[in-house]
């Protein structure tokens, strides 16, 4: 795994996919906030005029140089839930994200969020 600190210098750089196909480009980092670790980051996909900010996974997400390899296919990122560019991902939304990609949902113990942008 990398650093939190370090891939929040990636903003901007390519993620592409497991076969190695572009999404678009990194946005934000989200870490679980049981754990402080990167969970999950935003890519900014979208045509000039509509773009909006889909989640997906960051476990077993390589890094090159000027790139974040995830591992999901790009046609599952692109349908992931998303936001528009200067939104926020609403609370009630955390399930749904993590649902997308098959993955456990579970509150905080005192009920907080899972998911908290760097």
């Known amino acids: 795994m ?13 993620v592409v996919d497991v076969d190695g196909h572009k999404i678009g480009t990194l946005e934000a980092v989200y870490v679980d906030t049981a754990t402080d ?4 980051a935003t890519v900014t996909v ?3 005029t509509r773009r909006r900010l889909v989640f997906v996974p960051l ?15 790009k046609n ?5 839930p998303a936001i528009e ?6 609370a009630e939304d955390e399930p749904a ?15 907080e969020r899972r998911l908290a942008r760097r």
């Open 2 to 14: 990398f650093e939190a600190a370090d891939i929040r210098e990636w903003r901007g750089h390519d």
């Open 37 to 40: 670790l990167p969970s999950f």
């Open 59 to 73: 476990a077993d997400a390589l890094v090159g140089p000027g790139y974040l390899r995830v591992a999901r296919s």
């Open 76 to 80: 599952q990122v692109k349908n992931a």
């Open 97 to 111: 994200v993590f649902a997308h990609y098959e993955l456990e949902y579970a509150q905080g113990g005192g009920g």
């Open 46 to 48: 979208g045509l000039p």
């Open 85 to 90: 560019t200067d939104g926020e991902l609403p």
